[in-house]
């Protein structure tokens, strides 16, 4: 325990700086890039293929599937939102531990 406290302020800077570059590389490793994905362009695919051979099957047959797009879609902005809100708190508790490794107690308490 004496460790800890006679280290403290290294501790946390140290800490602080983790968070900070974990901050930042979550917030580029998640941000979209230009363009499509090889996901997208398979999925866009598949779509293609299932619109195709939905045309050329009979009209009276009708497809018990349900369309799954709205709830993919819903699915990926909530894991957009909670990467965004974990790399801001990420950041925040990078800063306010290196903020408080350099704030100076007073001894004479």
Do not use: C
């Not at 997208?40 to 939905?54: C, L, S």
């Amino acid at each position: 325990m004496g460790f800890f406290l006679q280290h403290k302020a290294v501790i946390l800077r140290i800490v602080g700086s983790l968070m900070l570059v974990i901050g930042f590389a979550i917030h580029f490793w998640v941000t979209p890039k230009e363009g499509l994905s090889e996901n997208d362009k398979a999925a866009a695919r598949v779509a293609r293929m299932e619109a195709q051979v939905k045309g050329s099957s009979s009209k009276s047959s009708k497809s018990s599937k349900q369309d799954t797009s709205k709830f993919l879609e819903e699915l990926k902005s909530t894991q957009a939102k909670q990467m965004q809100y974990m790399t801001i708190l990420a950041m925040l508790f990078g800063v306010g531990f290196l903020g408080y490794s350099f704030i100076s107690k007073k001894e004479g308490t």
